[in-house]
């Protein structure tokens, strides 16, 4: 059973257009600054194989970049990971989360949907 993960976009001031917050329960909360237009990318999830170095850049956390890559060859094909850092392979951390999540958020984004 994967634990339920929620997630809000809201407005944000320049030079973002929307922070995502993805939130597991009480236990972990992600809060992400980007534009609709590099979350909307992220409908592509499925085809951005971390191991063929090909994540995608969308948004800010904490400082860092934040990079979305889909499941490695091998691992479980619905989990989806979110890296946190300077770059795809010197991130400070890393979320696994469904890539169905994911691709909500790419089309939330791409409807510029808000909460």
Known sequence: MQPVIDVTMGA?????EVVLKLQGGDDWELNVWATFE?????RGVRAAAWNQRKSIAAGTSA????????PSEGAD????????????EA?????LI???LVEKVGNLA??????
């Open 98 to 100: 469904p890539v169905t």
């Open 110 to 115: 791409s409807a510029r949907q808000l909460d």
């Open 38 to 42: 590099d979350l909307a990318k992220l």
């Open 12 to 16: 944000a001031g320049p030079p973002h």
């Open 91 to 95: 991130w400070d951390i890393a979320f």
């Open 77 to 88: 094909p619905e989990i989806a990971t979110v890296l946190v850092g300077h770059d795809a």
């Open 63 to 70: 400082g860092g970049k934040v990079f979305w890559a889909a």
